[in-house]
């Protein structure tokens, strides 16, 4: 995960400063042609790009809408993929409506996949990789289960739980390339277990890999010499 930090600290909804206990995660993605980060997030910090029309979400009322989630992925200015927090994981976000259909915004972080034509399949499986990795950094962090009921959801099935407003979003991307909010939570369960996080202040990137626990001597060998073989040279046993 290439992952950043640009709070929006001129949105209102920052400003309102209220907190949460988060309890789960909302998918969502931006329904408009624009993959650029620099479109939502500012101003440029070196890596964005300027937004010629000012027009990102760094400010009171972004297009004249309460709005403003925790954070964003798409391209920087050079093409790369890219995270950006731009709300504290704790904030209360405006992101799924308002009033009875939008009291996602009280348990769930929340964050924006940037939107291309939806038919660029690399793109497509370069964002949905960083996202599921950012889910999985924020079930560690908040000691989620991705598999657990409305824990990790898509808008569209926020609003069929009744705490989301009706949007589609992303259930009308991720079929288009062979993927669905169940193979979403998969794959973030799947990387909770090998977990790589990069962020821009890291001095080097951390492998965490658990494979199991056998209270049989031999079987613990067994699984070990497996590993090694799949080329994990420097894998090890722990004793406990």
Avoid at 5 to 23: D, S, V
Avoid at 68 to 91: E, M, R
Avoid at 108 to 118: K, P, R, S, T, V
Wanted: aromatic share 10%.
């Amino acid at each position: 995960m290439n992952l950043h930090k640009l709070i929006l600290t001129n949105n209102a909804c920052y400003k309102a400063g209220r907190t949460i206990t988060p309890k789960g995660i909302m998918v969502h993605s931006t329904g408009a042609n624009n993959p650029y980060l620099r479109r939502y997030v500012g101003p440029d910090d070196g890596l964005l790009g300027k937004n010629q029309y000012n027009n990102h979400w760094n400010q009171d009322k972004p297009d004249g809408r309460q709005v403003c989630v925790h954070g964003f992925i798409g391209k920087l200015a050079d093409g790369s993929i890219a995270t950006y927090q731009t709300l504290p994981w704790n904030y209360r976000g405006w992101h799924c409506g308002s009033g009875a259909t939008g009291s996602g915004n009280d348990t769930h972080i929340a964050f924006e996949i940037c939107e291309d034509g939806l038919t660029d399949i690399a793109y497509f499986n370069a964002v949905y990789k960083e996202a599921t990795e950012l889910c999985a950094y924020l079930c560690k962090e908040y000691k989620l289960d991705p598999m657990a009921d409305g824990v990790i959801i898509g808008h569209y099935e926020g609003h069929k739980r009744g705490i989301a407003s009706n949007h589609a979003d992303p259930g009308h991307w991720f079929p288009k390339h062979g993927k669905s909010m169940d193979t979403f939570r998969a794959e973030v369960k799947k990387l909770l277990s090998v977990t790589e996080v990069t962020t821009t202040t890291d001095l080097k990137k951390l492998y965490r890999v658990q494979v199991g626990a056998y209270s049989v001597k031999a079987n613990a060998d067994a699984m070990l010499k497996k590993v090694k073989a799949a080329g994990f040279k420097d894998a090890f046993i722990k004793y406990s």
